[in-house]
């Protein structure tokens, strides 16, 4: 596992993201409705709805909210959304993965190529940067939130299933096997830590450093597909300034 903190990425962003919090609580509707129309909406028995729930609950997204989205997949609704994956490169050579909920791909694969272009970035062929990426579960310790060193939380890591532990000096990062995020995250949850995020997510196996000419034009980019409706995760492998 590469010396990178996905963690630093994840805070460095942390204002932008909270300044969207309606677009955020929206985009977490298409999906648990999603989850549910086509599991079910009982997330005891359907483990990609409890996967959103949680998404949608370490977001501060109100009950209300969630059981409309569940509601509503359990009703009449016919609508259906396609899971569409762009591949390109921002400014800089940065690789970017950028995944979908769409009722209209057309409609989604061109604004998601304006943005892309109209940055400074490329989009590419299918496949042209998503072998950069490993799909892991990601599992973040806040140090303040907890009394125990770092032997000992790898030693709960190890335990609990964990494939790796990365500490800088305000986080342990936890990465698992996507197959056991669920269990591993339960039982460090049974350990008592209190986990600042927790998700399925795509890691960058190297980062590539932003020139400082590029870097209002990769925010930019970035910004304008977070932006964008149907647009649910955005993926880069880029390590953020200190200062953004």
Same mark, same amino acid.
């Given at each position: 596992?590469?010396?990178?903190?996905?963690?630093?990425?994840?805070?460095?962003?942390?204002?932008?993201?909270?300044?969207?919090?309606?677009?955020?609580?929206?985009?977490?509707?298409?999906?648990?409705?999603?989850?549910?129309?086509?599991?079910?909406?009982?997330?005891?028995?359907?483990?990609?709805?409890?996967?959103?729930?949680?998404?949608?609950?370490?977001?501060?997204?109100?009950?209300?909210?969630?059981?409309?989205?569940?509601?509503?997949?359990?009703?009449?609704?016919?609508?259906?959304?396609?899971?569409?994956?762009?591949?390109?490169?921002?400014?800089?050579?940065?690789?970017?993965?950028?995944?979908?909920?769409?009722?209209?791909?057309?409609?989604?694969?061109?604004?998601?190529?304006?943005?892309?272009?109209?940055?400074?970035?490329?989009?590419?062929?299918?496949?042209?940067?998503?072998?950069?990426? @490993?799909? /892991?579960?990601?599992?973040?310790? &806040?140090?303040?939130?907890?009394?125990? *060193?770092? $032997?000992? =939380?790898? %030693?709960?890591?190890?335990?609990?299933?964990?494939?790796?532990?990365?500490?800088?000096?305000?986080?342990?990062?936890?990465?698992?096997?996507?197959?056991?995020?669920?269990?591993?995250?339960?039982?460090?949850?049974?350990?008592?830590?209190?986990?600042?995020?927790?998700?399925?997510?795509?890691?960058?196996?190297?980062?590539?450093?932003?020139? @400082?000419? /590029?870097?209002?034009?990769?925010? &930019?980019?970035?910004?304008?597909?977070? *932006?964008? $409706?149907? =647009?649910? %995760?955005?993926?880069?492998?880029?390590?953020?300034?200190?200062?953004?």
């Amino acid at each position: 596992m590469s010396g990178h903190s996905k963690w630093h990425n994840i805070q460095g962003r942390k204002n932008a993201q909270d300044a969207k919090r309606g677009k955020i609580f929206q985009k977490l509707s298409r999906e648990l409705f999603m989850a549910a129309k086509s599991g079910g909406p009982d997330p005891s028995g359907n483990p990609s709805l409890r996967l959103v729930m949680d998404k949608a609950r370490a977001a501060n997204m109100p009950k209300d909210n969630i059981k409309r989205a569940l509601d509503k997949a359990a009703g009449n609704d016919e609508t259906h959304y396609d899971e569409v994956t762009y591949e390109g490169y921002a400014p800089g050579g940065v690789p970017v993965l950028v995944e979908a909920l769409t009722d209209n791909k057309n409609r989604t694969a061109s604004d998601v190529r304006v943005a892309f272009t109209r940055h400074g970035g490329a989009l590419g062929a299918s496949g042209s940067v998503s072998y950069l990426f @490993d799909r /892991k579960g990601y599992i973040v310790i &806040d140090r303040s939130t907890t009394d125990a *060193d770092e $032997d000992q =939380v790898l %030693e709960d890591v190890m335990d609990a299933g964990g494939d790796d532990l990365q500490t800088s000096d305000d986080a342990y990062e936890i990465y698992t096997n996507p197959k056991d995020f669920t269990a591993v995250r339960d039982a460090l949850e049974k350990q008592g830590y209190k986990l600042a995020d927790a998700e399925l997510t795509m890691i960058p196996q190297n980062m590539t450093p932003i020139p @400082d000419d /590029k870097l209002e034009k990769f925010q &930019d980019m970035i910004d304008a597909l977070e *932006d964008n $409706d149907d =647009v649910s %995760e955005v993926y880069y492998a880029a390590e953020l300034p200190d200062n953004d």
